[in-house]
């Protein structure tokens, strides 16, 4: 599975970013997809996750401001990330990979939020 993040940027504390993320190869036979954030100094956590039943679930504070869709065209899959409310703390690194069990990481997106 080949993946790369895009959409990242600066944005000011309460605004809003949507990211990208192009996923090609065997990404049909993947549980689920999740977005995954870094921050600086801090191991990469799981941020959103949905099923291949088009179930939706959110970590932390994620919920209730971020939003993860997914969409399938024959071997290609875009996996989107609406954040909302954007906080300091949402600040870093945003990577995609599968659920529960991540490949080979892809290049991320920066998000930067200035408080």
């Known amino acids: 599975v080949q993946l790369q993040a895009f959409g990242g940027g600066f944005v000011q504390a309460g605004g809003s970013l949507r990211l990208s993320c192009a996923a090609s190869g065997r990404t049909g036979r993947t549980y689920g997809m999740g977005w995954y954030r870094q921050t600086h100094g801090k191991e990469r956590e799981l941020v959103a996750r949905?099923?291949?039943?088009?179930?939706?679930?959110?970590e932390g504070s994620a919920k209730g401001r971020f939003t993860v869709t997914i969409s399938r065209d024959n071997a290609k899959t875009t996996l989107y990330l609406q954040m909302r409310s954007l906080e300091f703390e949402d600040t870093g690194a945003y990577y995609c990979n599968a659920w529960p069990i991540p490949r080979d990481w892809g290049k991320g997106t920066q998000v930067t939020v200035s408080s």
């Open positions: 949905i099923h291949r039943s088009g179930n939706a679930v959110y």
